[in-house]
């Protein structure tokens, strides 16, 4: 059973910079797709940005440029790299891990954008 654990969220300024970080357990992520979703009270999560296997990324618009995803399969942990944080990217950051028969997610972690 996969088990994730994400960190790094707090609260930070907005133009400022934090690194999400997810740690996997239970099973190897290699052939996973990576991705972080995030979620605000009171609307739907939201697929921030994904990795396939291969290394393949994807970001929601709103992102692009901003954000990056990344994952070190010897450590098997995926990391966000979120740089010129705004206040609309204020939410519960989450983990997730998929593959065609299987998904999983971590708990969550707070990003808070605010002076």
């Known amino acids: 059973q996969v088990q994730l654990e994400e960190s790094g969220g707090g609260l930070v300024q907005p133009g400022g910079s934090l690194r999400l970080v997810c740690v996997g357990s239970?099973?190897?992520?290699?052939?996973?797709?990576m991705a972080w979703y995030r979620q605000t009270p009171g609307k739907q999560r939201e697929l921030v940005a994904s990795?396939?296997?291969?290394?393949?990324?994807d970001y929601t618009d709103s992102v692009k440029g901003r954000f990056t995803i990344s994952r070190d399969n010897a450590q098997n942990t995926v990391y966000l790299q979120m740089n010129s944080l705004k206040p609309e990217d204020t939410a519960v950051y989450y983990c997730?891990?998929?593959?065609?028969?299987?998904?999983?997610w971590g708990q969550g972690t707070q990003v808070t954008v605010s002076s």
């Open positions: 239970g099973a190897l992520l290699d052939f996973y797709t």
């Open positions: 990795i396939r296997s291969a290394g393949y990324t």
């Open positions: 997730h891990a998929r593959t065609m028969v299987e998904k999983h």
